[in-house]
Protein backbone atom coordinates (compact mmCIF):
# COMPACT_ATOMS: atom_id res chain seq x y z
CA UNK A 1 0.00 0.00 0.00
CA UNK A 2 1.45 3.57 -1.00
CA UNK A 3 1.64 6.32 1.27
CA UNK A 4 -1.16 7.92 -0.82
CA UNK A 5 -3.55 5.49 -0.39
CA UNK A 6 -2.70 5.64 3.46
CA UNK A 7 -3.41 9.21 3.69
CA UNK A 8 -6.56 8.33 1.76
CA UNK A 9 -7.81 5.45 4.16
CA UNK A 10 -6.88 7.84 7.12
CA UNK A 11 -9.12 10.56 6.13
CA UNK A 12 -11.86 8.46 5.26
CA UNK A 13 -11.16 6.95 9.19
CA UNK A 14 -11.80 10.17 10.30
CA UNK A 15 -14.35 11.79 7.72
CA UNK A 16 -16.69 8.58 9.15
CA UNK A 17 -16.15 9.56 12.55
CA UNK A 18 -16.96 13.20 11.90
CA UNK A 19 -20.30 11.32 10.35
CA UNK A 20 -21.49 9.28 13.37
CA UNK A 21 -20.09 11.74 15.96
CA UNK A 22 -20.87 15.44 14.62
CA UNK A 23 -22.12 17.31 17.61
CA UNK A 24 -19.80 15.56 20.04
CA UNK A 25 -16.17 16.08 17.65
CA UNK A 26 -17.80 20.19 17.58
CA UNK A 27 -18.32 20.37 21.10
CA UNK A 28 -14.53 19.28 21.38
CA UNK A 29 -13.97 21.92 18.39
CA UNK A 30 -15.40 24.24 20.73
CA UNK A 31 -13.48 23.14 24.04
CA UNK A 32 -9.94 23.55 21.49
CA UNK A 33 -11.06 27.09 20.63
CA UNK A 34 -11.83 28.14 23.86
CA UNK A 35 -8.40 26.50 25.01
CA UNK A 36 -6.86 28.49 22.22
CA UNK A 37 -8.23 31.64 22.87
CA UNK A 38 -7.64 31.49 26.91
CA UNK A 39 -3.83 30.58 26.14
CA UNK A 40 -3.62 33.88 23.99
CA UNK A 41 -6.10 36.01 26.51
CA UNK A 42 -2.91 37.02 28.82
CA UNK A 43 -3.22 37.79 32.39
CA UNK A 44 -3.19 41.88 32.23
CA UNK A 45 -5.86 42.34 34.86
CA UNK A 46 -8.57 40.20 33.52
CA UNK A 47 -9.10 37.71 35.78
CA UNK A 48 -12.54 37.54 35.57
CA UNK A 49 -12.74 36.72 32.09
CA UNK A 50 -10.52 33.89 32.31
CA UNK A 51 -12.52 32.51 34.84
CA UNK A 52 -15.50 33.17 32.46
CA UNK A 53 -14.23 31.31 29.41
CA UNK A 54 -12.65 28.54 31.46
CA UNK A 55 -16.12 27.51 32.66
CA UNK A 56 -17.47 27.76 28.94
CA UNK A 57 -14.58 25.48 28.02
CA UNK A 58 -15.23 23.29 30.94
CA UNK A 59 -19.38 22.58 29.85
CA UNK A 60 -18.44 22.50 26.27
CA UNK A 61 -16.12 19.43 27.50
CA UNK A 62 -18.88 18.47 29.30
CA UNK A 63 -20.55 18.16 25.89
CA UNK A 64 -18.41 15.18 24.50
CA UNK A 65 -19.78 12.59 26.65
CA UNK A 66 -23.04 13.76 27.14
CA UNK A 67 -23.38 13.93 22.90
CA UNK A 68 -21.38 10.60 22.53
CA UNK A 69 -23.84 9.09 25.31
CA UNK A 70 -26.75 9.88 23.29
CA UNK A 71 -25.22 8.85 19.97
CA UNK A 72 -24.65 5.65 21.77
CA UNK A 73 -28.41 5.19 22.64
CA UNK A 74 -29.60 5.98 19.83
CA UNK A 75 -27.02 3.52 17.88
CA UNK A 76 -28.66 0.69 20.09
CA UNK A 77 -32.47 1.76 19.22
CA UNK A 78 -32.47 2.70 15.42
CA UNK A 79 -36.20 3.49 15.37
CA UNK A 80 -36.36 5.87 17.45
CA UNK A 81 -37.35 8.89 14.89
CA UNK A 82 -35.34 11.56 13.38
CA UNK A 83 -37.37 14.31 15.08
CA UNK A 84 -36.91 13.05 18.35
CA UNK A 85 -32.84 12.83 17.90
CA UNK A 86 -32.60 16.66 16.79
CA UNK A 87 -34.92 17.43 20.17
CA UNK A 88 -32.32 15.33 22.34
CA UNK A 89 -29.37 17.05 20.95
CA UNK A 90 -31.42 20.57 21.76
CA UNK A 91 -31.67 19.28 24.67
CA UNK A 92 -28.28 18.54 25.73
CA UNK A 93 -27.15 22.29 24.81
CA UNK A 94 -30.12 23.37 26.87
CA UNK A 95 -28.69 21.04 29.64
CA UNK A 96 -25.21 22.55 29.37
CA UNK A 97 -26.25 26.21 29.11
CA UNK A 98 -28.27 25.62 32.38
CA UNK A 99 -25.51 23.71 34.09
CA UNK A 100 -23.10 26.66 33.43
CA UNK A 101 -25.66 29.03 34.96
CA UNK A 102 -27.08 27.04 37.86
CA UNK A 103 -23.81 24.61 38.93
CA UNK A 104 -21.15 26.10 37.50
CA UNK A 105 -20.72 29.39 39.26
CA UNK A 106 -17.31 29.44 40.24
CA UNK A 107 -14.70 27.21 39.87
CA UNK A 108 -14.07 26.06 43.64
CA UNK A 109 -13.74 23.11 45.78
CA UNK A 110 -17.64 21.99 45.15
CA UNK A 111 -18.07 23.18 41.76
CA UNK A 112 -15.07 21.38 40.61
CA UNK A 113 -15.82 18.11 42.59
CA UNK A 114 -19.54 18.25 41.11
CA UNK A 115 -17.94 18.43 37.10
CA UNK A 116 -15.25 15.64 37.75
CA UNK A 117 -17.73 13.29 39.02
CA UNK A 118 -20.58 14.34 36.51
CA UNK A 119 -17.61 13.86 33.71
CA UNK A 120 -16.84 10.34 35.30
CA UNK A 121 -20.41 9.25 35.56
CA UNK A 122 -21.01 10.41 31.53
CA UNK A 123 -17.97 8.43 30.00
CA UNK A 124 -18.85 5.63 32.11
CA UNK A 125 -22.69 5.87 30.14
CA UNK A 126 -21.04 6.25 26.96
CA UNK A 127 -18.97 3.05 27.61
CA UNK A 128 -22.06 0.54 28.75
CA UNK A 129 -25.43 1.85 27.05
CA UNK A 130 -24.52 -0.72 23.99
CA UNK A 131 -24.46 -3.72 26.12
CA UNK A 132 -27.50 -2.30 28.56
CA UNK A 133 -29.22 -5.59 26.96
CA UNK A 134 -26.74 -8.05 25.64
CA UNK A 135 -25.01 -10.14 28.16
CA UNK A 136 -21.85 -10.83 27.15
CA UNK A 137 -18.41 -9.58 26.35
CA UNK A 138 -19.06 -6.09 27.99
CA UNK A 139 -15.41 -6.43 29.29
CA UNK A 140 -14.11 -6.97 25.88
CA UNK A 141 -15.52 -3.65 24.37
CA UNK A 142 -14.48 -1.28 26.92
CA UNK A 143 -11.30 -3.01 26.48
CA UNK A 144 -11.39 -2.11 22.86
CA UNK A 145 -11.67 1.07 23.75
CA UNK A 146 -9.27 1.14 26.40
CA UNK A 147 -6.40 0.11 23.90
CA UNK A 148 -7.73 2.77 20.91
CA UNK A 149 -7.58 5.16 23.31
CA UNK A 150 -3.79 4.35 24.38
CA UNK A 151 -2.77 3.64 20.56
CA UNK A 152 -4.46 7.38 19.02
CA UNK A 153 -2.79 8.96 22.13
CA UNK A 154 0.65 7.66 21.27
CA UNK A 155 0.38 8.72 17.93
CA UNK A 156 -1.18 12.07 19.18
CA UNK A 157 2.35 12.59 20.50
CA UNK A 158 3.95 11.35 17.96
CA UNK A 159 2.47 13.60 15.61
CA UNK A 160 2.54 16.79 18.18
CA UNK A 161 6.40 15.51 18.46
CA UNK A 162 7.14 16.01 14.81
CA UNK A 163 4.91 19.26 14.12
CA UNK A 164 7.03 20.94 17.20
CA UNK A 165 10.30 20.14 15.63
CA UNK A 166 8.92 21.00 12.31
CA UNK A 167 8.03 24.45 14.07
CA UNK A 168 11.36 24.72 16.10
CA UNK A 169 13.68 23.53 13.28
CA UNK A 170 11.99 27.26 11.54
CA UNK A 171 12.46 29.49 14.30
CA UNK A 172 15.97 28.01 14.77
CA UNK A 173 17.44 27.99 11.20
CA UNK A 174 14.83 31.20 10.08
CA UNK A 175 14.74 33.19 13.27
CA UNK A 176 10.60 33.08 12.59
CA UNK A 177 10.02 34.20 16.19
CA UNK A 178 6.98 31.87 16.13
CA UNK A 179 5.81 32.27 20.00
CA UNK A 180 5.81 29.60 22.29
CA UNK A 181 1.57 29.86 22.59
CA UNK A 182 1.70 28.36 18.95
CA UNK A 183 3.32 25.10 20.23
CA UNK A 184 0.78 25.03 22.88
CA UNK A 185 -1.92 25.85 20.39
CA UNK A 186 -0.56 22.69 18.52
CA UNK A 187 -1.05 20.31 21.32
CA UNK A 188 -4.53 21.57 22.05
CA UNK A 189 -5.93 20.62 18.25
CA UNK A 190 -4.00 17.38 18.23
CA UNK A 191 -5.03 16.00 21.93
CA UNK A 192 -8.35 17.89 21.52
CA UNK A 193 -9.57 17.53 17.83
CA UNK A 194 -7.61 14.96 16.06
CA UNK A 195 -7.41 12.38 19.07
CA UNK A 196 -11.02 12.37 19.56
CA UNK A 197 -11.45 12.20 16.15
CA UNK A 198 -8.98 9.30 15.41
CA UNK A 199 -10.56 7.55 18.50
CA UNK A 200 -13.95 7.31 18.09
CA UNK A 201 -13.77 6.21 14.09
CA UNK A 202 -12.37 2.63 15.98
CA UNK A 203 -15.45 2.66 18.37
CA UNK A 204 -17.29 -0.81 17.27
CA UNK A 205 -20.64 -0.35 15.89
CA UNK A 206 -23.18 -2.41 17.17
CA UNK A 207 -23.81 -4.93 14.82
CA UNK A 208 -19.61 -5.76 15.38
CA UNK A 209 -19.34 -8.80 17.27
CA UNK A 210 -16.29 -8.91 19.52
CA UNK A 211 -14.49 -12.50 21.20
CA UNK A 212 -12.02 -12.94 23.70
CA UNK A 213 -9.46 -14.31 20.76
CA UNK A 214 -9.63 -9.83 20.18
CA UNK A 215 -8.21 -9.72 23.60
CA UNK A 216 -4.97 -7.92 23.20
CA UNK A 217 -2.17 -9.59 23.79
CA UNK A 218 -0.30 -7.07 25.72
CA UNK A 219 -2.56 -6.44 27.70
CA UNK A 220 -3.04 -10.45 28.37
CA UNK A 221 0.67 -10.36 28.73
CA UNK A 222 0.88 -7.63 30.94
CA UNK A 223 -2.19 -8.37 33.63
CA UNK A 224 -0.90 -11.83 33.86
CA UNK A 225 2.68 -12.19 34.27
CA UNK A 226 3.10 -8.59 36.16
CA UNK A 227 0.18 -6.91 37.44
CA UNK A 228 -1.58 -9.96 39.11
CA UNK A 229 1.75 -11.12 40.73
CA UNK A 230 2.59 -7.46 42.10
CA UNK A 231 -1.35 -7.23 43.66
CA UNK A 232 -0.77 -10.47 45.33
CA UNK A 233 2.64 -9.31 46.70
CA UNK A 234 1.10 -6.68 48.16
CA UNK A 235 -1.76 -7.88 49.66
CA UNK A 236 0.41 -10.30 51.70
CA UNK A 237 2.43 -7.47 52.48
CA UNK A 238 -0.66 -5.53 53.69
CA UNK A 239 -2.00 -8.31 55.56
CA UNK A 240 1.58 -8.78 57.41
CA UNK A 241 1.07 -5.09 58.24
CA UNK A 242 -2.30 -5.16 59.64
CA UNK A 243 -1.23 -8.55 62.05
CA UNK A 244 1.70 -6.27 63.45
CA UNK A 245 -1.68 -3.82 63.71
CA UNK A 246 -3.08 -5.15 65.51
CA UNK A 247 -0.05 -7.03 67.58
CA UNK A 248 0.66 -3.68 69.19
CA UNK A 249 -2.74 -2.24 69.10
CA UNK A 250 -0.76 0.93 67.29
CA UNK A 251 -3.25 2.36 64.74
CA UNK A 252 -1.21 4.85 62.48
CA UNK A 253 -2.84 8.01 61.39
CA UNK A 254 -3.70 9.05 57.64
CA UNK A 255 -1.85 6.01 56.25
CA UNK A 256 -4.25 2.30 55.98
CA UNK A 257 -6.93 4.90 54.09
CA UNK A 258 -4.40 5.80 51.21
CA UNK A 259 -2.64 2.33 51.22
CA UNK A 260 -6.40 0.43 51.20
CA UNK A 261 -7.80 2.52 48.86
CA UNK A 262 -5.90 2.61 45.93
CA UNK A 263 -5.12 -0.51 46.08
CA UNK A 264 -8.55 -1.50 46.26
CA UNK A 265 -9.60 0.76 42.80
CA UNK A 266 -6.88 -1.22 41.28
CA UNK A 267 -7.52 -4.22 42.15
CA UNK A 268 -11.21 -3.73 40.84
CA UNK A 269 -10.29 -2.64 37.98
CA UNK A 270 -8.06 -5.35 36.97
CA UNK A 271 -10.75 -7.96 38.08
CA UNK A 272 -12.87 -6.28 35.31
CA UNK A 273 -10.23 -6.55 32.20
CA UNK A 274 -8.68 -9.92 33.53
CA UNK A 275 -12.59 -11.42 33.78
CA UNK A 276 -12.85 -12.52 30.12
CA UNK A 277 -9.62 -14.97 30.35
CA UNK A 278 -10.66 -17.01 33.40
CA UNK A 279 -11.50 -19.63 31.19
CA UNK A 280 -8.57 -19.99 29.40
CA UNK A 281 -6.07 -19.79 32.25
CA UNK A 282 -5.84 -21.33 35.71
CA UNK A 283 -4.10 -18.99 37.06
CA UNK A 284 -6.41 -15.84 36.35
CA UNK A 285 -9.75 -18.16 37.55
CA UNK A 286 -8.03 -19.34 40.81
CA UNK A 287 -7.30 -15.19 41.37
CA UNK A 288 -10.58 -14.19 40.57
CA UNK A 289 -12.12 -16.82 43.02
CA UNK A 290 -9.86 -16.01 45.81
CA UNK A 291 -8.84 -12.46 45.49
CA UNK A 292 -11.99 -10.75 46.67
CA UNK A 293 -12.76 -12.77 49.44
CA UNK A 294 -8.89 -12.22 50.54
CA UNK A 295 -9.57 -8.25 49.77
CA UNK A 296 -12.46 -7.39 52.13
CA UNK A 297 -10.85 -7.96 55.47
CA UNK A 298 -8.56 -5.07 54.52
CA UNK A 299 -11.21 -3.36 53.47
CA UNK A 300 -12.51 -3.81 57.00
CA UNK A 301 -9.60 -2.61 58.45
CA UNK A 302 -9.60 0.68 55.96
CA UNK A 303 -13.11 1.15 57.26
CA UNK A 304 -11.90 1.07 61.03
CA UNK A 305 -9.39 3.55 60.20
CA UNK A 306 -12.08 6.06 59.08
CA UNK A 307 -14.27 5.75 61.74
CA UNK A 308 -12.07 6.64 63.82
CA UNK A 309 -11.17 9.63 61.82
CA UNK A 310 -15.09 10.15 61.11
CA UNK A 311 -15.61 10.02 65.26
CA UNK A 312 -12.81 12.55 65.81
CA UNK A 313 -13.75 15.16 63.17
CA UNK A 314 -16.94 14.55 61.30
CA UNK A 315 -17.33 13.66 58.13
CA UNK A 316 -15.74 16.14 55.19
CA UNK A 317 -16.58 15.70 51.52
CA UNK A 318 -13.10 13.89 51.13
CA UNK A 319 -14.03 11.04 53.97
CA UNK A 320 -17.57 10.90 51.79
CA UNK A 321 -15.90 10.14 48.55
CA UNK A 322 -13.17 7.37 50.39
CA UNK A 323 -16.18 6.08 52.37
CA UNK A 324 -18.90 5.88 49.47
CA UNK A 325 -16.19 4.33 47.22
CA UNK A 326 -15.02 1.94 49.60
CA UNK A 327 -18.31 0.96 50.01
CA UNK A 328 -18.71 0.53 46.27
CA UNK A 329 -15.82 -1.30 46.04
CA UNK A 330 -16.96 -3.78 49.02
CA UNK A 331 -20.22 -4.35 47.18
CA UNK A 332 -18.31 -5.46 44.09
CA UNK A 333 -15.91 -7.85 46.05
CA UNK A 334 -19.14 -9.61 47.85
CA UNK A 335 -20.90 -10.21 44.35
CA UNK A 336 -17.68 -11.48 42.57
CA UNK A 337 -17.76 -13.86 45.77
CA UNK A 338 -20.79 -14.99 45.80
CA UNK A 339 -22.19 -14.94 42.26
CA UNK A 340 -20.55 -17.64 39.51
CA UNK A 341 -22.31 -15.77 36.37
CA UNK A 342 -20.96 -12.10 36.76
CA UNK A 343 -21.90 -8.96 35.00
CA UNK A 344 -18.97 -6.63 34.88
CA UNK A 345 -21.74 -4.03 33.30
CA UNK A 346 -23.25 -4.00 36.86
CA UNK A 347 -19.69 -2.13 37.96
CA UNK A 348 -19.46 0.76 35.90
CA UNK A 349 -23.90 1.46 35.88
CA UNK A 350 -23.20 0.90 39.43
CA UNK A 351 -20.40 3.68 39.44
CA UNK A 352 -21.81 5.93 37.55
CA UNK A 353 -25.28 5.92 40.16
CA UNK A 354 -23.03 6.81 42.51
CA UNK A 355 -20.66 9.45 40.82
CA UNK A 356 -23.89 11.19 40.20
CA UNK A 357 -25.65 10.70 43.72
CA UNK A 358 -22.72 12.04 45.27
CA UNK A 359 -22.36 15.10 44.17
CA UNK A 360 -25.87 15.91 43.58
CA UNK A 361 -29.26 16.27 46.26
CA UNK A 362 -29.71 16.24 50.20
CA UNK A 363 -27.36 12.82 50.28
CA UNK A 364 -24.43 14.65 48.51
CA UNK A 365 -21.11 14.68 49.60
CA UNK A 366 -21.63 19.00 50.09
CA UNK A 367 -24.60 18.53 52.28
CA UNK A 368 -23.56 15.53 54.46
CA UNK A 369 -20.25 17.54 55.46
CA UNK A 370 -22.08 20.57 56.15
CA UNK A 371 -24.65 18.63 58.64
CA UNK A 372 -21.60 16.88 60.00
CA UNK A 373 -19.99 19.93 60.94
CA UNK A 374 -22.32 21.71 61.76
CA UNK A 375 -23.35 18.61 64.24
CA UNK A 376 -19.90 19.06 65.73
CA UNK A 377 -20.38 22.80 66.32
CA UNK A 378 -23.79 21.66 68.15
CA UNK A 379 -22.37 19.37 70.52
CA UNK A 380 -19.82 21.34 71.72
CA UNK A 381 -21.91 24.41 72.17
CA UNK A 382 -24.76 22.55 73.84
CA UNK A 383 -22.03 21.11 76.33
CA UNK A 384 -21.12 24.40 77.21
CA UNK A 385 -24.74 25.88 77.53
CA UNK A 386 -24.13 28.11 74.56
CA UNK A 387 -27.36 28.18 72.72
CA UNK A 388 -29.98 31.04 74.36
CA UNK A 389 -33.65 30.56 74.05
CA UNK A 390 -33.54 32.65 70.69
CA UNK A 391 -30.97 29.71 69.06
CA UNK A 392 -28.49 32.50 69.06
CA UNK A 393 -24.98 32.02 70.40
CA UNK A 394 -24.34 33.15 73.77
CA UNK A 395 -20.84 33.41 75.66
CA UNK A 396 -20.40 30.23 78.09
CA UNK A 397 -21.31 30.54 81.70
CA UNK A 398 -18.83 31.70 84.04
CA UNK A 399 -18.09 28.39 85.53
CA UNK A 400 -17.53 27.05 82.40
CA UNK A 401 -14.72 27.73 80.05
CA UNK A 402 -14.21 26.43 77.07
CA UNK A 403 -11.21 24.01 76.68
CA UNK A 404 -8.73 24.43 74.36
CA UNK A 405 -9.33 20.79 72.54
CA UNK A 406 -13.09 22.33 72.38
CA UNK A 407 -11.43 26.05 71.21
CA UNK A 408 -9.97 24.01 68.46
CA UNK A 409 -13.31 22.18 67.09
CA UNK A 410 -14.87 25.33 66.98
CA UNK A 411 -12.11 26.94 64.86
CA UNK A 412 -11.66 23.95 62.71
CA UNK A 413 -15.61 24.12 61.76
CA UNK A 414 -15.56 27.96 61.05
CA UNK A 415 -12.57 27.84 59.25
CA UNK A 416 -13.64 24.93 57.24
CA UNK A 417 -16.73 26.63 56.12
CA UNK A 418 -14.86 29.96 55.00
CA UNK A 419 -13.05 28.28 53.27
CA UNK A 420 -15.77 25.77 51.58
CA UNK A 421 -18.99 27.24 51.51
CA UNK A 422 -20.26 30.07 53.42
CA UNK A 423 -20.19 30.88 56.85
CA UNK A 424 -24.20 31.65 56.77
CA UNK A 425 -24.07 28.40 56.72
CA UNK A 426 -23.44 27.52 60.22
CA UNK A 427 -26.65 26.89 62.54
CA UNK A 428 -27.13 29.72 65.32
CA UNK A 429 -24.71 32.21 63.79
CA UNK A 430 -26.33 35.69 62.72
CA UNK A 431 -26.97 36.43 58.83
CA UNK A 432 -23.95 38.57 56.91
CA UNK A 433 -21.93 37.19 59.10
CA UNK A 434 -17.79 37.79 58.74
CA UNK A 435 -14.77 36.14 60.11
CA UNK A 436 -13.48 39.35 61.78
CA UNK A 437 -16.84 39.35 63.95
CA UNK A 438 -15.84 35.67 64.98
CA UNK A 439 -14.05 36.85 68.36
CA UNK A 440 -16.80 39.20 69.52
CA UNK A 441 -19.55 36.22 69.13
CA UNK A 442 -17.40 33.33 70.86
CA UNK A 443 -15.15 35.14 72.72
CA UNK A 444 -11.91 33.95 71.79
CA UNK A 445 -9.31 34.59 68.61
CA UNK A 446 -9.56 30.96 66.28
CA UNK A 447 -7.29 28.80 66.73
CA UNK A 448 -5.09 27.40 63.82
CA UNK A 449 -6.46 24.65 62.10
CA UNK A 450 -4.79 20.98 62.27
CA UNK A 451 -2.03 21.41 58.86
CA UNK A 452 -0.90 24.37 60.92
CA UNK A 453 -1.94 27.56 59.16
CA UNK A 454 -2.71 30.36 60.65
CA UNK A 455 -6.62 30.88 61.19
CA UNK A 456 -8.20 33.23 58.51
CA UNK A 457 -5.29 34.11 57.11
CA UNK A 458 -6.09 34.65 53.32
CA UNK A 459 -2.51 34.93 51.13
CA UNK A 460 -2.39 36.85 48.18
CA UNK A 461 0.16 38.42 45.81
CA UNK A 462 0.18 40.45 42.49
CA UNK A 463 2.68 40.49 39.55
CA UNK A 464 3.57 43.50 37.28
CA UNK A 465 1.64 41.15 33.79
CA UNK A 466 4.43 43.26 31.54
CA UNK A 467 5.89 46.32 30.80
CA UNK A 468 3.94 47.19 28.17
CA UNK A 469 3.81 50.60 28.18
CA UNK A 470 6.88 52.73 27.57
CA UNK A 471 7.55 54.87 30.86
CA UNK A 472 8.03 58.63 29.89
CA UNK A 473 11.26 59.28 32.14
CA UNK A 474 11.62 63.04 31.07
CA UNK A 475 10.22 64.15 34.25
CA UNK A 476 12.99 61.92 36.37
CA UNK A 477 16.26 62.14 37.03
CA UNK A 478 16.95 58.67 38.97
CA UNK A 479 15.66 54.94 38.15
CA UNK A 480 16.13 52.12 40.77
CA UNK A 481 15.75 48.48 40.67
CA UNK A 482 14.59 47.13 44.12
CA UNK A 483 14.75 43.36 44.55
CA UNK A 484 14.97 42.42 48.35
CA UNK A 485 15.64 39.03 47.98
CA UNK A 486 17.77 37.53 49.35
CA UNK A 487 18.50 41.16 51.79
CA UNK A 488 15.90 42.63 54.29
CA UNK A 489 17.45 46.14 53.85
CA UNK A 490 18.47 47.63 50.41
CA UNK A 491 20.27 50.49 49.70
CA UNK A 492 21.48 52.65 46.19
CA UNK A 493 23.23 55.49 46.05
CA UNK A 494 24.28 58.43 43.11
CA UNK A 495 26.29 60.83 44.55
CA UNK A 496 25.03 62.45 47.45
CA UNK A 497 21.34 61.18 46.98
CA UNK A 498 20.66 57.59 48.57
CA UNK A 499 17.78 55.32 48.26
CA UNK A 500 17.10 52.90 51.63
CA UNK A 501 14.24 49.71 51.83
CA UNK A 502 13.65 48.28 54.79
CA UNK A 503 11.77 45.15 54.16
CA UNK A 504 10.85 44.78 57.73
CA UNK A 505 8.86 47.35 58.34
CA UNK A 506 8.66 48.08 54.48
CA UNK A 507 9.68 51.98 54.76
CA UNK A 508 11.22 53.93 51.68
CA UNK A 509 13.86 56.65 52.48
CA UNK A 510 15.25 58.92 49.94
CA UNK A 511 18.28 61.08 51.55
CA UNK A 512 20.14 63.83 50.48
CA UNK A 513 23.14 63.20 52.53
CA UNK A 514 22.13 63.13 56.02
CA UNK A 515 18.80 64.80 54.91
CA UNK A 516 15.99 63.02 54.61
CA UNK A 517 13.53 64.28 51.74
CA UNK A 518 11.26 61.38 51.33
CA UNK A 519 9.77 58.92 53.55
CA UNK A 520 6.75 56.25 53.13
CA UNK A 521 5.19 53.12 54.47
CA UNK A 522 4.69 51.04 51.43
CA UNK A 523 2.74 49.06 53.46
CA UNK A 524 -0.44 51.99 53.28
CA UNK A 525 -0.16 51.89 49.16
CA UNK A 526 -0.33 48.31 48.68
CA UNK A 527 -2.97 48.32 51.11
CA UNK A 528 -5.34 50.01 49.47
CA UNK A 529 -3.82 48.20 45.99
CA UNK A 530 -5.10 45.10 47.74
CA UNK A 531 -8.57 46.06 48.25
CA UNK A 532 -8.94 47.54 44.75
CA UNK A 533 -7.79 44.57 43.28
CA UNK A 534 -8.87 41.41 45.50
CA UNK A 535 -8.70 38.39 43.84
CA UNK A 536 -6.33 39.52 40.50
CA UNK A 537 -3.01 37.54 40.51
CA UNK A 538 -1.79 39.64 37.62
CA UNK A 539 -2.06 43.49 36.81
CA UNK A 540 -1.58 45.99 34.41
CA UNK A 541 1.32 48.66 34.51
CA UNK A 542 -1.51 51.61 35.71
CA UNK A 543 -2.16 49.51 38.49
CA UNK A 544 0.69 48.78 39.86
CA UNK A 545 2.22 52.39 39.79
CA UNK A 546 2.12 54.99 42.53
CA UNK A 547 3.24 58.65 41.82
CA UNK A 548 3.64 61.19 44.86
CA UNK A 549 5.52 64.52 45.00
CA UNK A 550 6.31 66.49 47.86
CA UNK A 551 8.48 70.26 47.61
CA UNK A 552 11.73 68.37 47.51
CA UNK A 553 11.15 65.01 45.29
CA UNK A 554 8.97 63.67 42.75
CA UNK A 555 8.53 59.93 43.26
CA UNK A 556 6.62 56.90 40.57
CA UNK A 557 6.79 53.64 41.96
CA UNK A 558 6.09 50.50 40.11
CA UNK A 559 5.72 47.13 41.69
CA UNK A 560 6.51 44.25 40.24
CA UNK A 561 5.71 41.82 42.98
CA UNK A 562 3.83 42.26 45.95
CA UNK A 563 3.42 39.01 48.37
CA UNK A 564 1.74 39.35 51.82
CA UNK A 565 -1.69 37.95 53.60
CA UNK A 566 -5.26 39.27 54.96
CA UNK A 567 -6.02 38.74 58.14
CA UNK A 568 -9.73 38.53 58.39
CA UNK A 569 -10.19 38.01 61.67
CA UNK A 570 -8.91 41.28 62.63
CA UNK A 571 -9.17 42.66 59.10
CA UNK A 572 -5.87 43.74 58.44
CA UNK A 573 -3.63 43.47 55.64
CA UNK A 574 0.35 42.10 55.95
CA UNK A 575 2.97 43.07 53.26
CA UNK A 576 5.49 40.14 53.34
CA UNK A 577 7.27 41.45 50.55
CA UNK A 578 7.45 43.68 47.55
CA UNK A 579 10.03 44.58 44.37
CA UNK A 580 9.95 47.29 42.30
CA UNK A 581 10.84 49.84 40.31
CA UNK A 582 11.60 53.99 41.31
CA UNK A 583 11.77 56.45 39.33
CA UNK A 584 13.14 60.45 41.37
CA UNK A 585 13.25 63.71 40.54
CA UNK A 586 14.95 66.14 42.90
CA UNK A 587 13.66 69.59 42.76
Same mark, same amino acid.
Given at each position: ??????????????????????????????????????????? *???????????????????????????????????????????????? /????????? &??? +????????????????? #??? +????????????????????????????????????????????? /????????????????????????????? $???????????????????????????????????????????? $???????????????????????????????? *??????????????????????????????????????????????? $??????????????? @??????????????????? #????? /????? #?????????????????????????????????????????????????????????? &?????????????????????? %????????????????????????????????????? *????? @????????????????????????????????????? %??????????? !??????? %?????????????????????? !????????????????????????
Amino acid at each position: MNISQRFKDLYNKLYDSFKRFPLALLYAALTVGVSIYLNHLGY *IGIDDKRDMFTRIGMVLALGVPLSLSLYMLFESKPHIKKNIKIIAHLG /TAIVLVGYY &LLL +LRNLEYVSGTRYIAYTI #ALY +LIFSFIPYIRRKENYELYVIRLFSRFVVTYVYSMVLYLGLAAILG /TINLLFDAGISGRVFADIAFIVAGIFAPT $FFLADVPRREEEISVVDYPKVIRVLLQFIVLPLLSVYTIILYIY $FAKIIVTMELPQGIIGNLVLWYSIVSTIVLFF *IYPLKKSNQWIRYFILIFPKAIIPLLGMMFLALGIRINAYGITEDRY $FVLIIGLWITGIMIY @YSIKKDIRNIILTITLSII #AILSV /TGPWS #AYSISKWSQNDRLEEVLERYDMIDENNEIKSPPIEKELSEIDKEIISSVILYFDRNYD &LEDIKYLPEDVKISDIKDIFGF %ELKDDRMGYPAAREYFGYNLDKMNNLVDISDFDYFGD *INVYP @YDNIEQEQGDYTIEYNNSDRKLVVKNKEDILYTKNLE %EVVELLHKQNQ !GKGSLEQ %EKMTFIEETKDIKIQIVFKHIH !GYEDRAIEEVVVESVEFYSFIKFK
